[in-house]
């Protein structure tokens, strides 16, 4: 088995376990930037060709990965949280790779969303969609439809347009549910309405969505968390199922115990 290699090298003492991992694999990349750490030759995110991807850093590194390349994830996390990595550094990481090596593992297959702004892709989300008013302390009108049906019509801050893999992330720290990962489901999460019957609302991941901002002629849409693309009040703005599902590695199959560990509840 070939392993692709990607870390965050501005981590804290990421090289040493980079080195150790590199020296374990038999076959193996890295991606442009951790070979120019170590001072080797590298390949882009996009063109890397392993069977494997060893990501070394954050869910941010995770996501940057996903956000150019769609390969099974092995994420050991240098981060905070860390919600969508399966290892910890001080944990038997060797192991864990040797077990992936003999496809003694499981992939955890994530759904994901795809972002059509007047019908060009502009964006996959393993997390989340972001529609936020483009002023501080400013709000802004939204319109949330699904096939022609009008779903919700609110001013506030912005609205969320979550997977049930980011109903941990930032959906979650304005109040939403909690989505079991594998569910077939969005969420979608309204941010500081000024309406009290504007409330999360989970739909089936097959409902297109379609969003409109109806006050300021212009607001911001983020993508997992990336640069902002700013919108305007006539832009067609859909949010469709991905064909294309992420997939990480795991070892236990313990969602709650991911759970209880990563958000100390």
Do not use: C
């Amino acid at each position: 088995m070939k392993f692709s290699i990607v870390a965050n090298t501005k981590q804290e003492n990421i090289r040493e376990i980079l080195k150790k991992v590199i020296g374990f694999v038999d076959d193996f990349e890295l991606d442009v930037a951790s070979a120019k750490f170590l001072g080797l030759s590298g390949v882009e995110i996009k063109d890397l060709t392993g069977d494997v991807i060893i990501s070394l850093g954050g869910d941010g590194t995770i996501l940057h990965i996903l956000s150019q390349i769609n390969k099974p994830i092995l994420g050991i996390n240098f981060g905070g949280v860390g919600f969508l990595n399966e290892l910890e550094p001080e944990d038997d990481i060797l192991t864990a790779i040797d077990n992936v090596s003999s496809r003694r593992y499981f992939e955890e297959k994530l759904h994901r969303i795809d972002t059509y702004l007047n019908d060009l892709n502009v964006g996959t989300a393993v997390n989340e969609i972001v529609l936020h008013t483009s002023r501080v302390a400013k709000i802004q009108g939204f319109e949330i439809s699904t096939s022609g049906k009008l779903i919700d019509s609110f001013r506030g801050d912005g609205v969320i347009i979550a997977t049930p893999t980011g109903s941990t992330s930032y959906s979650m720290s304005v109040g939403a549910p909690i989505i079991y990962p594998t569910m077939k489901s969005n969420i979608i999460v309204p941010m500081a309405a000024y309406k009290l019957g504007s409330r999360p609302l989970i739909l089936p991941a097959n409902y297109d969505i379609t969003a409109k901002i109806t006050g300021h002629p212009e607001a911001v849409m983020v993508i997992d968390g990336k640069e902002e693309i700013f919108i305007k009040g006539e832009d067609k703005i859909e949010f469709k199922a991905s064909k294309n599902p992420a997939s990480l590695i795991r070892f236990n199959k313990n969602f709650f115990d991911r759970l209880r560990t990563k958000l100390r509840l």
